[in-house]
């Protein structure tokens, strides 16, 4: 790989994965959060203090968790539905507070592809603004990587019909899935979201958009992981 996007750099633990695995490539990484800037990088990732949305140049929220940055998002509906208020079987009730907001400028991913180059691979972890973030690309590139969680299905199923409509057709999904053994289609991992570790099956996307439906339960808001789309 020669190019690729981290949106939702965070502290760069992905970005290090991936220069393991590819020492030679061009990392750009992204994150609203701007106690990142301070972070010391090698000279093959470039780091940019914006929020990855559907247009550019517009000033958006950010709301950060001091406690877990991790789960910071421009996301008002995470905040208010995902396992980190609602709790789960694995997580108290309100286990995360987004007490400090920001006001982000906006970048798009086509505003990124026209700065950098045609990315191969594209990895999106947000908590709930992946499909903000898709909604900024109007052409088919690389590999696409996101993070879903089943009690915001809806927003990954949004994600599947945007890439279908830029001429992705196959997809494949690895995450930790409480009921593994219901489903020949979706990979487990234990850890839930491993880095640059791929599915073992690829389907048509409209074949995964109703197997996630029929596997998950966004009452129980434990699943989730990564979803790969060529």
């Known amino acids: 790989m020669n190019i690729i996007f981290d949106i939702g750099f965070n502290r760069g633990e992905f970005s290090f994965v991936a220069l393991k695995k590819y020492p030679m490539a061009k990392i750009v990484g992204v994150d609203a959060n701007p106690i990142f800037n301070n972070i010391s990088l090698p000279d093959n990732i470039t780091y940019l ?7 550019d140049n517009e000033i958006k929220k ?11 998002t421009a996301s008002e ?5 995902s396992r980190f208020k609602k709790g789960s079987k694995y ?12 006001s982000v400028p906006t970048i798009t991913l086509d505003t990124m592809i026209n700065l950098f180059g045609n990315p191969d691979f594209i990895k999106i972890d947000v908590e709930g603004y992946e499909n903000e973030v898709l909604s900024g690309l109007s052409i088919k590139t690389g590999i696409i990587c996101f993070e879903w969680h089943e009690e915001m299905l809806d927003i990954a199923i949004q994600c ?6 830029l001429g992705y057709s196959s997809c494949g999904i690895i995450g930790y899935i409480e009921n593994k053994n219901e489903t020949e289609i979706l ?6 979201d491993p880095y640059l570790e791929e599915p073992e099956k690829y389907v048509s996307i409209d074949e995964m958009k109703n197997e996630l439906l029929r596997v998950c339960d966004s009452s129980r808001r434990i699943n989730y992981g990564m979803c790969f789309v060529k």
């Open 49 to 55: 203090n914006r929020l990855v949305s559907s247009s």
């Open 187 to 192: 990979t487990h991992s234990d850890q839930g």
């Open 62 to 72: 950010f709301f950060i968790d001091p406690n877990q940055d991790g789960i910071s």
């Open 160 to 165: 599947l019909d945007k890439l279908i409509s």
């Open 77 to 81: 509906e995470f905040i208010k539905s």
């Open 91 to 102: 997580l108290g009730e309100n286990s995360s507070a987004w007490t400090h907001e920001l």
